[in-house]
Each structure stands twice: as structure tokens, then as C-alpha cells.
């Protein structure tokens, strides 16, 4: 078990996006978050108290979270003095990076001496099946990107919160280091052998009660040349009832790959349904889930409206304005 409460470590992240598993933690799990550590240069900023390693221990904290989730997801050299002195203040270490804590002999060898832990999330703990395709009880909604870190998690999140409101079955399927660390469990999708990924998403997501529906989490993009991979295996291995589309409308390129422009929510529209019924023939494209977060509640409104028009699904951004309706969608669908 990971200790509780976090000291947040931001590292030198380059921007917000680049520190998105804070960002997952701060927002879902806030009482969990004592204070940021946050490098010289870094640009990211979760609103919460600045503090020093003495600081954060003293305040209770007893875990340094590695929040940051770089392309290639590895530990900076950069990032080592910080981590080593964690250690010997007393904190236990946690990340999700594919870069392994425990693969750096510098910080295993401290950890040892100081009787810490090292926890590394990004491992699978189980040896899954490879996908059978077989049709499961239950209901299962998967939301699908345009690009990567558009908020696939988080609607996911947003529409378990409100079925449990309602006193509905639900149960959010983290698929990601950020969820995983969010929730203490699910399966580590993209560190799981390209084989059995899809085996992975069908372990996750079994047999259940026929009105009980699993929210998955998402990741990558269909459309994103790095990591579509990971994004089939959840199509397939997922074998939705219900697709959301996920998009975020102020980016200029997808993320890390400046000579590629997102998509259009048509587009993913047709490529996802198509897809997915092949393992599901009755799966249906419900809503629509924007991230809003840079734009102003006005123009918000307004271009939601306009997707809503041109789509002729709901759409909302459901961490802003709450995911009834996606709920509602996917209810009667």
C-alpha cells in the first residue's frame, strides 16, 4: 500500500500537461496532497502550498508522488539529488514513469539503507489472459480521444461520480498510472505485453450485474501515430456498450507530434464506432466530452452548443459542468 498523505513532486515540468498526474491527484484526491515540490524552471502549478522536503514532512506528508509524465516516461537525471534527499528526509517514493524506481541503483541503494520503499505503479502485478472476444454481463462505456490527455479520464471519473450519486452501479476502471494512483488499483495498460493488452482490458472489466456499467478509462488517441496501440486494445479488450468522444479544441497539434492535426469529432467518431463493433455490433456513440479548461464559461457554452448542433449528440464538459448529461445518454441508449 502507498502511504498517505503526498508530497507532490512537479520536478522541471515544461508546462501544466506535463505534470498531469498531480493534476489527476489534486483534483480527485485532495485531501490525500499536503503541498508541491517544484524545481527551478518549472512551469507547472497545482495551487498548492510550495514546500520544502523538511516542510512536507513535517506537515505529515509521508509519500513523494513523482506527478510528472514526460514522453518516454523517464526518470531525469536532473530529478536524482531531489529523490535521493526524499529518501533520507524519510519519504517512501511513488511513480507511474515506465523508467523504473527501482531499476536505479543509486536511489534502490538509498531506499535499502534508509529502510524506505520504493513503489513503482507502471508494473503489472498479474499475468493476464490473452482476449477471448467473449461476450461479458454488464455494461462497459469507454471514452475514446482525439489526441492524448484530453480528458478521457476524467469523464470517465466525472460519470462514475454521478451514477454513484444516483445510487446506481458503477465502477471506474483505471487503466493509467494517474488513475491507478487515484483509486490504489487496475491494470498498468501500456506496460502490459502487446499480446495480451486486450486480455488485460477483459480482466478488468468482467462478468457483472446486468445493470451495473464499468466506466474505462481511456488512453491515447486512435488517431495518435505513438499510441494508438494502447487505445485498440481498450476498443477491443474494452467491448463497450457506449462510446464517449473526447476532444480538446485549443490545441494547434496533437500532443508531441506538431506535424499532425487533430482530428475531427466526425472522424473519430466513425473510426471508433467502427471498430468496436466488431467485438460489440450494438455499441453506440453517446456524447460528446469537451475539456473547456482554456477557454472563458462563455465561449465554453457557445462552441458546445455549436459540436451539440453539428453532431446531434450531447455535448458538456463534465468536469465543469457535471456529467448528467452524458449519463443520461448512456442510460438510454
Given amino acids: ?188 495498460l501500456d506496460a502490459v505485453i502487446a499480446d495480451f493488452m486486450a486480455g488485460s482490458v477483459e480482466y478488468l472489466t468482467p462478468d457483472n450485474d446486468e445493470d451495473h456499467w464499468d466506466m474505462i478509462e481511456g488512453q491515447g488517441s486512435l488517431f495518435h501515430a505513438s499510441y494508438s496501440g494502447v487505445t485498440m486494445a481498450l476498443v477491443h479488450g474494452g467491448q463497450p456498450d457506449a462510446l464517449i468522444l473526447c476532444h480538446e479544441p485549443t490545441r494547434e497539434h496533437m500532443r508531441g507530434l506538431p506535424e499532425y492535426k487533430l482530428p475531427a469529432l466526425d472522424a473519430l467518431r466513425d473510426v471508433a464506432l467502427t471498430l468496436a463493433k466488431v467485438v460489440n455490433p450494438d455499441v453506440k456513440v453517446v456524447g460528446i466530452s469537451v475539456n473547456t479548461q482554456h477557454m472563458a464559461e462563455d465561449e465554453a457554452k457557445a462552441y458546445l452548443a455549436k459540436v451539440e448542433e453539428d453532431m446531434g449528440l450531447p455535448a458538456t464538459d463534465p468536469y465543469r459542468f457535471g456529467a448528467a448529461r452524458l449519463v443520461d445518454a448512456m442510460l438510454a441508449a
Fill in 1 to 188: 500500500m502507498i502511504e498517505t498523505p503526498y508530497l507532490l513532486f512537479l520536478g522541471d515540468a515544461p508546462d501544466a500537461l506535463a505534470a498531469k498526474v498531480a493534476q489527476g491527484i489534486k483534483d480527485w484526491r485532495p485531501a490525500n496532497c499536503v503541498g508541491q515540490f517544484r524545481m527551478e524552471g518549472c512551469k507547472a502549478d497545482m495551487k498548492l502550498t510550495d514546500m520544502t522536503l523538511a516542510e512536507a514532512k513535517a506537515a505529515g506528508a509521508k509519500t513523494l508522488v513523482i506527478g510528472v509524465a514526460n514522453r518516454g516516461g523517464v526518470i531525469s537525471p536532473a530529478w536524482k539529488k531531489v529523490l535521493i534527499e526524499a529518501l533520507e528526509e524519510g519519504f517512501d517514493i511513488a511513480s507511474g514513469l515506465h523508467n523504473l524506481l527501482r531499476n536505479e541503483a543509486d536511489l534502490a541503494a538509498v531506499a535499502k539503507e534508509c529502510g524506505r520503499t520504493l513503489h513503482d505503479v507502471r508494473i503489472p502485478s498479474v499475468q493476464y489472459p490473452i482476449a477471448n472476444g467473449k461476450k461479458r454481463t454488464g455494461k462497459r462505456c469507454l471514452a475514446v480521444g482525439t489526441d492524448c490527455s484530453v480528458g478521457k479520464m476524467y469523464t470517465a471519473l466525472c460519470m462514475d461520480k454521478e451514477m454513484k450519486e444516483r445510487g446506481l452501479k458503477s465502477s471506474f476502471r483505471a487503466t493509467g498510472q494517474t488513475g491507478i494512483l487515484i483509486t490504489g488499483d487496475g491494470v498498468p
